[in-house]
């Protein structure tokens, strides 16, 4: 226990010492998350008016990003899968680089929904009184914080074992690493029947979003671990193999090529059959009765989609830059489709036919760069952390040797 | 040597100088400083809204009447404090035999919006940002589209006679979507019918307004506004109490009236008596009499809520006495 205490303890010592570059990321986000912290307590005190949503559009870029996060969350276990199912150990290693990466965004996840409530402190109604089964949202608390947990044991058990020197029991993590692929997609599956389950919504109540957001998610997040993986080995001095990225970059291929094969079979759906129920996809796409808000966005995601799809199907793509190219388009769109493209053009128009836009504002962006830089700066601290750990530069043994010398 | 490998060579504690003291304590402080700025905004908080005893109040399903009256005094107070006068605020129980319904005769509609600002009256919905539970549209003859409708229409005179008016409220449905999805069961259908928001207990994620079709649910973006002179001092706990800030509201057929056998206040002030408001399981009512005689419809009937709000039109035709033969259909037969 005490020597778990010191290497928490040690932890924390090392997330404060790196190089310039370092300070002056780390200085960075701190920054921005001062900032989003700034623009949130606005919000406590004068509600959510500070933000652009209505009551016609009750959900905006908040949970659009929850949305987008569970996702990216999820995508870990793409990496996970080929290690212990197809049993690509060389990749061993990666495996906790994507946890971790899990972890943060389930945290990310967790502080976008505490913000997008009216009534935060109230928050703990939610042990008293749990509509659990029947309400959707009660669902998605136990998948995030059960995936939360099961990430923090996997990646924890598995650094403090590289810490102490020792070789990690396999019964103390591969059952977890099992029940958490599994779990992973349930995650994002409840996410997504949290607006599927929704009959008033036309938009949303179709069976194909849950296939989207999985296929869009394992495409967004594993091109993110790609670029973090990049990031890893260029400043932190682990090495990363090219052949992990290119593992990635096949999974990614195929996930972005299913995700546009649903959104083509979407499309073909609702605009074939031209019923009642496409007005929201039509202002989406086209724009209806001169409101265009969403139109630009909509049609830059499918275009960044489609540079990234077109750039995996050829064969440059064995080039590192313009995977890369590929991957920051991708995440882009994705993260367009996934906010503005699928949460807010429900909302257009209203169950009573009102046509009213959604604008985020000033504040309410600034709270989601806050969210956004404190998932870097945890990400950026628990690589830090595992890197040296992981390398076997700081271990249990110069510990308990420093313990001797005395203070 | 670089900081990070003075740390790996001294096992992750570096000597602490006077210097490096200094360095570590300089940034605590500015770090310290600069959160405290950057949360400065909450000075600004109503604090009063923060207290143990509201963190600890129970869910209404869970209040014994004792906790219940303490809540409501403590209400009193609030409400006496802020806006000058003493309310008769009490908890109104629904009625055993009894299970509400509304009927809305189409045909007599003017749109005139009295039933709008008479529910505003009534309720204590904020003035700033405005908070309306009914809507009105302004529907083309013809469609019962409701895109087709206008939302903003502003005319010298109403009605005109190219449109017909459909006002929209909470439909109470049976089958209630907004009570499903509801984290925390901070909504919930009452034995007779309405559904009901313990505004103490709403934790504000507008889930429900995303489920409901009829857009019946307002949401409070920021702290409601009324003016002292024009605050209704006639009250219920889950009805027309002031709310506040951050939580969901919405029509709940005036429970402050209604249970004590009074009529809504959008129906009373209904000038050419467009709205029939009762008891469902009293086959005398009115509201039954329109349920069994009238061309009732509910509004979107296929997404399956079960509304108790009933939209009726004209007399009862066809009438009786002008019955016509079926036309034969040649070749044909009914299988």
């Known amino acids: 226990m005490k020597m778990y205490l010191r290497f928490l303890w040690r932890c924390f010592r090392l997330s404060f010492v790196g190089d310039w570059r370092y300070y002056a990321w780390m200085l960075l986000l701190s920054v921005i998350v001062l900032l989003g912290l700034n623009a949130y307590a606005k919000q406590l005190v004068y509600g959510l008016v500070t933000t652009g949503m209505t009551d016609q559009v009750s959900w905006g870029l908040y949970i659009a990003n929850f949305t987008y996060l569970v996702g990216m969350a999820a995508a870990a276990v793409m990496v996970v899968i080929p290690v212990y199912i197809y049993g690509r150990r060389e990749l061993h290693d990666l495996v906790i680089f994507g946890e971790l990466f899990a972890v943060v965004a389930i945290i990310m996840c967790l502080l976008f929904v505490q913000v997008d409530l009216g009534r935060p402190d109230r928050f703990m109604h939610m042990l008293w009184r749990f509509n659990f089964p029947v309400s959707m949202l009660t669902w998605d608390v136990i998948a995030l914080g059960g995936y939360l947990l099961l990430n923090l044991h996997i990646c924890g058990y598995l650094i403090y074992c590289a810490y102490r020197g020792v070789h990690p029991s396999r019964r103390f993590y591969i059952p977890f690493v099992f029940i958490a692929i599994a779990w992973a997609i349930s995650i994002h599956t409840v996410t997504a029947f949290l607006f599927v389950g929704l009959g008033g919504r036309p938009f949303w109540n179709a069976a194909i979003i849950a296939p989207r957001f999985l296929a869009s998610a394992f495409a967004a997040g594993p091109a993110f671990i790609i670029l973090t993986l990049q990031v890893i080995r260029r400043y932190a001095g682990y090495h990363v193999g090219d052949d992990a990225l290119k593992l990635l970059r096949n999974i990614v291929t195929i996930a972005l090529t299913v995700n546009m094969f649903l959104l083509i079979c979407e499309l073909f759906t609702e605009f074939y059959a031209d019923s009642a129920h496409i007005v929201s996809i039509k202002y989406l796409f086209f724009g209806l009765h001169g409101h265009y808000g969403l139109v630009p966005w909509i049609w830059t995601a499918t275009v960044l989609n489609s540079i990234a799809l077109f750039i995996l199907y050829l064969p440059f793509r064995r080039s590192l830059r313009f995977m890369n190219i590929a991957c920051v388009c991708m995440i882009v769109g994705i993260w367009i489709e996934k906010g503005m493209g699928l949460v807010v053009p429900a909302f257009i128009p209203s169950p009573l036919g009102e046509l009213v836009e959604y604008q985020p504002t000033l504040n309410e962006t600034l709270v989601c760069l806050g969210i956004w830089a404190f998932g870097l700066l945890l990400y950026t601290i628990f690589v830090r952390i595992s890197v040296p750990v992981l390398t076997g530069r700081v271990t249990a043994d110069d510990a308990s040797e420093s313990h001797s010398v005395p203070r | ?335």
């Open chain 2, 1 to 335: 040597m670089t900081s990070e490998d003075q740390l790996v060579a001294t096992g992750g504690r570096d000597n602490l100088t006077r210097r490096s003291f200094l360095r570590g304590s300089l940034g605590a402080a500015g770090g310290a400083a600069a959160l405290a700025a950057a949360m400065s905004p909450l000075r600004h908080m109503d604090t009063e809204d923060f207290t143990v005893e509201k963190f600890l109040q129970k869910h209404y399903k869970e209040m014994s009447p004792s906790d219940m009256e303490a809540v409501l005094e403590r209400i009193r107070g609030e409400v006496e404090k802020r806006y000058a006068i003493r309310p008769e605020l009490r908890d109104i129980k629904a009625n055993d035999g009894v299970e509400f319904a509304y009927a809305l005769h189409l045909g007599r509609c003017i749109g005139c919006r009295r039933c709008v600002h008479a529910c505003v009256a009534e309720n204590n919905t904020s003035r700033s940002p405005e908070i309306q539970y009914i809507r009105v549209l302004e529907m083309p003859k013809g469609s019962i589209d409701l895109e087709q409708g206008r939302h903003d229409y502003d005319r010298p005179k109403v009605p005109d006679p190219d449109h017909y008016y459909m006002p929209i409220q909470c439909h109470q449905c049976a089958n209630p979507p907004c009570v499903k999805v509801c984290p925390v069961e901070a909504t919930w259908q009452e034995q007779d019918g309405l559904v009901v928001i313990d505004y103490d207990w709403c934790i504000g994620c507008r889930y429900c307004e995303a489920a409901c079709p009829y857009w019946a649910r307002r949401f409070n973006f920021a702290e409601p506004q009324v003016p002292r002179e024009n605050i209704n001092p006639n009250m219920a706990y889950l009805s027309n109490r002031p709310r506040k800030q951050g939580v969901m509201e919405k029509c709940h057929f005036c429970i402050q009236r209604t249970r004590e056998g009074r009529m809504p206040a959008c129906l009373e002030v209904c000038p050419v008596g467009a709205r029939k408001f009762g008891n469902i399981l009293d086959p005398e009512s009115e509201v039954s009499q329109i349920l069994n005689n009238k061309h009732v419809f509910v509004l979107k009937e296929e997404v399956g809520t079960l509304p108790r709000f009933f939209y009726y039109f004209d007399e009862d035709y066809p009438r009786s006495e002008s019955l016509v033969s079926l036309p034969v259909i040649s070749g044909g037969g009914h299988a």
